[in-house]
């Protein structure tokens, strides 16, 4: 139980990151299919509502591939 709180801040921060990084590529004229799949990932997350409590390690990797790819977008 005492993981909990760390899990979720943990996704938390990862998540707003990548999401606030997602309003910049729009803005930045990034197409939408391109960003398709991390918002995709985002609204699965957030939809969950847990933060990471019922799967941390998968949430994890979800965030870490939206970002990833979010990441090749904008190189």
Known sequence: AKMVPLWQTSTRKLFDQIEGDLAS???GG???DA????????????????WGVHNPRRTQQLLETARTFHTKENA
Do not use: C, H, W
């Open 35 to 50: 960003l398709a799949d991390v918002q995709t990932i985002l609204n699965l997350i957030k939809t969950d509502g847990s």
């Open 30 to 32: 990034v197409s939408e």
């Open 25 to 27: 590529a729009r803005a």
